[in-house]
């Protein structure tokens, strides 16, 4: 069975430029969430879905973070404009359906996101 | 909200046991612990859910004390590959909406 995949692994990109972050779960997970670390500091969570619906965004930083789960499959999260502080580790983890809370979410290896 | 994690860091010989402790100030529904090495994805470990348990397996196990809201990771007999970051992700509300605490560095040397 495939893992969490993330795309890309790396990218380096100029403030004010967009970039796309490309995440597929694990076939058949209803659960997608998006987490990132900023260099030194704890994983902090962004958003989930279940399915194609957004369940919870209380963690996206401001506007310029927009996900999508077209179809209840990959999702994607576009930074636009890209802003200095926005560098860090996107992690994708995705975790099969009900009872959320006591489920194993598997992480994917994270997209590395530098401004300058 | 986050949960505190303590020690911060933490140096081992091979063979000697650790315990890092995880504190919420908030009810809990799940603790979820998870390792880290340098550039690579976090790896599953454990989840603890309310109703005080404790689970294991191998030489690493875990405790919830949910009157305290605390977790309490134990790793026996360390082996180098314990080395990382190990980090505990608590849920207040069955959604699996993570809140993880700032991180231990655990390091273990022959």
């Known amino acids: 069975e495939a893992g969490v995949t993330q795309f890309p692994s790396h990218s380096v990109i100029e403030k004010g430029q967009t970039v796309t972050l490309r995440c597929d779960p694990i076939s058949g997970h209803d659960n997608l969430y998006w987490y990132r670390r900023v260099m030194g500091k704890e994983i902090k969570f962004l958003l989930h879905?279940?399915?194609?619906?957004?369940?919870?965004e209380s963690g996206m930083p401001n506007n310029r973070f927009l996900a999508e789960r077209t179809g209840g499959t990959y999702s994607t999260l576009k930074v636009q404009p890209a802003e200095l502080e926005d560098s860090g580790v996107y992690f994708c983890a995705s975790s099969l359906r009900r009872l959320a809370g006591a489920e194993e979410q598997y992480f994917g290896p994270g997209t590395r996101l530098t401004v300058t | 909200q986050q949960p505190v994690q303590s020690p911060q860091a933490v140096i081992l010989r091979e063979g000697e046991d650790a315990v890092i402790n995880c504190s919420s100030s908030k009810a809990l529904y799940s603790v979820h612990w998870y390792r880290q090495k340098h550039g690579e994805a976090p790896v599953f470990l454990m989840i603890l859910l309310k109703g005080g348990e404790q689970k294991g397996h191998d030489k690493i196990s875990a405790s919830f004390n949910e009157k305290k809201q605390q977790s309490s990771l134990y790793l026996t007999a360390s082996q180098l590959s314990y080395s990382g970051t190990y980090f505990c992700?608590?849920?207040?509300?069955?959604?699996?909406?993570?809140?993880f605490g700032q991180g231990t560095t655990l390091q273990v040397k022959p």
């Open positions: 879905f279940v399915k194609e619906s957004k369940q919870d």
């Open positions: 992700g608590t849920d207040t509300s069955n959604t699996g909406k993570l809140i």
